[in-house]
């Protein structure tokens, strides 16, 4: 392998690529990945050009019922399949993603962590506590727990935040 990094395309999403040396052309470059927390798996196939050294590109794109928003964690691997049916893995790797568009901030507390990029830490302090207030009365009530990293992200505005959130 030369070389495998993801390209962040916020708000569109991620484009993961990787090149690598082959003495033959491959038949399948897939992209495997599963986005947290719920791990869900699934997969794409890349589009590939040149010969030696091959370059493949997966655009995980935003929309159709994938949604790429700030703080997703995506574990991600290669499976690249030559023409004999011979098949490489790369090793698991975890992709963030970001909104490039702040220098954000964070405060944490447990398993919940804000993520601001304006006003105060006092101010965002407020929403921290509220968090964890609402996730320990609601887990009570439902005699549950929130086991997973919970990110809360504050934006100034409502236009600034509507890249970031789900249709």
């Not at 962040?8 to 470059?29: L, Y």
């Not at 991600?76 to 011979?86: A, T």
Request: glycine fraction near 10%; charge should be negative.
């Amino acid at each position: 392998m030369i070389s495998e990094a993801p390209r962040n395309e916020f708000p569109a999403g991620v484009t993961f690529s990787i090149s690598f040396s082959a003495p033959a052309p491959e038949d399948q470059v897939r992209l495997r990945y599963e986005l947290a927390p719920d791990g869900t798996g699934a997969s794409g196939i890349a589009e590939c050009s040149g010969t030696g050294t091959i370059s493949c590109a997966y655009m995980l794109q935003s929309g159709r019922g994938i949604f790429v928003i700030p703080g997703a964690e995506i574990t991600y691997h290669w499976e690249i399949e030559d023409q004999q049916g011979n098949t490489l893995s790369t090793p698991e790797k975890v992709y963030v993603h970001e909104d490039t568009r702040f220098d954000f901030r964070t405060i944490t507390e447990g398993n919940v962590t804000v993520y601001f990029h304006a006003g105060t830490e006092g101010e965002s302090a407020g929403v921290l506590a509220a968090a964890v207030e609402t996730l320990a009365s609601v887990g009570a009530l439902e005699q549950t727990q929130v086991g997973f990293p919970v990110k809360v992200f504050l934006y100034e505005t409502a236009d600034e935040m509507q890249p970031a959130i789900a249709p």
